[in-house]
């Protein structure tokens, strides 16, 4: 590949981890969980399947280390969101964390799964009409099989950051797995549904977008 190349694509791959960034802004909180819901499952998904397996994937990897090591990335923390319903981009209330020392980390490592099977399914031309939304229900479920163990770990162990508030005792339920499900799952289908639909709607178009950018042709090699 040219230098020419690389260098564009290395620039799409930035610029699809910051548009995770600003959605992770986008924030509702659900009073069940002490996690809200954002937009960044629609970047994730949308970045898949327009930059493929491998460049979706490292788009994400990017996203994971800028929050890790660079800004504050990730969605806002549970104690700004704690009163408030709703928040959007300003003012900047990104967290900045190890994604191992949070309960939602496993979630942010999915997000590099679920872009890394996007994509591959995008490749093998499930970005066609029909496969589209499967690609990313499958793409979606991704990010909850890593998450959701993670967040059982620290319901069972761990305390929220700020609230001096065990994560068991801050979510309802009967027992571990019931509160996973309840603080982790239950609350963001509906959400994931609309997210996972719109991600779809906008594919073609950003799609479009990336190839006139990367000069490529329809459905070359991504």
């Known amino acids: 590949m040219p230098r020419s190349g690389i260098l564009t ?28 819901i954002t937009g960044q499952t629609f970047a994730v998904l949308l970045t898949g399947g327009v930059l493929g397996s491998k ?3 490292s788009s994400m990897l990017v996203y994971m280390l800028l929050g890790m090591f660079i800004f504050p990335a990730f969605a806002p923390p549970a104690s700004f969101m704690s009163d408030r319903t709703f928040h959007f981009l300003f003012p900047w209330a ?3 964390y190890f994604v191992w020392d949070a309960a ?17 399914l995008a490749e093998r031309g ?16 991704a990010i909850y099989l890593l998450g959701l163990p993670i967040l059982a770990l620290y319901i069972a162990y ?28 239950y609350p963001f289908i509906g959400g994931d549904a609309i997210k996972l639909l719109l991600a779809a709607l906008a594919l073609p178009g950003a799609w479009e977008l990336v190839r006139r950018i990367r000069k490529q042709e329809p459905h070359e090699d991504r």
């Open 55 to 57: 460049r979706g994937a």
């Open 104 to 120: 939602n980390g496993g979630f942010i490592l999915g997000f590099i799964l679920a872009s890394y099977l996007v994509g591959l």
């Open 9 to 36: 694509d290395v620039a799409v791959i930035i610029a699809f981890a910051l548009v995770t960034v600003f959605f992770a802004q986008i924030a509702i909180r659900i009073p069940t969980t002490t996690v809200p």
């Open 158 to 185: 761990g305390t929220i950051p700020g609230l001096e508030l065990t994560y068991y005792d801050a979510i309802s339920g009967s027992n571990v797995l019931d509160k996973t499900l309840k603080g982790g799952l």
């Open 94 to 96: 990104g967290d900045q």
């Open 126 to 141: 499930w970005d066609r009409r029909s496969g589209i939304p499967l690609a990313m229900l499958t793409g979606n479920a």
